[in-house]
């Protein structure tokens, strides 16, 4: 397995079934040319198999962590260590960018992601419920 940074339209469209909808051209230009956006591919023989999103979330009096915003991995190529994978990479980056620490959201019930997350080093502090706002 390989992994590398996403840095074109192009490798976001040619991975598009490991998103949840159909890569928008222009959203994906706008995500690779926004500074503090920065997503991962894992590839096995030049096919993308899995990704991973991070976001820099900076604050005035905490300094700056990192995001982890999505992660995906193809079918095949779950339980194979190529999230914890992408998610280590996402981590590395983030210390070499100076980020404090990362934090992901996970759905209630998710022992698969959970477990993998605990894998690549995080820690569930059990602490957090998410509110959303629906603007569509």
Known sequence: MEIRRATS???LAAAE???DHPVRPEWARRFL???GHHLFLAYEEDSPVGFVSGVETVHPDKGTEMFLYELGVAEPYRRRGTGRALTRA???????????????LV????DIALAMYRSAGGKDDG???VVTWDFT
């Open 9 to 11: 339209v192009d490798e």
């Open 17 to 19: 079934y490991l998103f």
């Open 33 to 35: 040319d926004t500074q």
């Open 90 to 104: 996402l981590a590395a980056l983030g210390r070499e960018l100076g980020c404090y620490g990362m934090w992901v």
């Open 107 to 110: 759905d209630t019930g998710n």
């Open 127 to 129: 602490t957090c419920a």
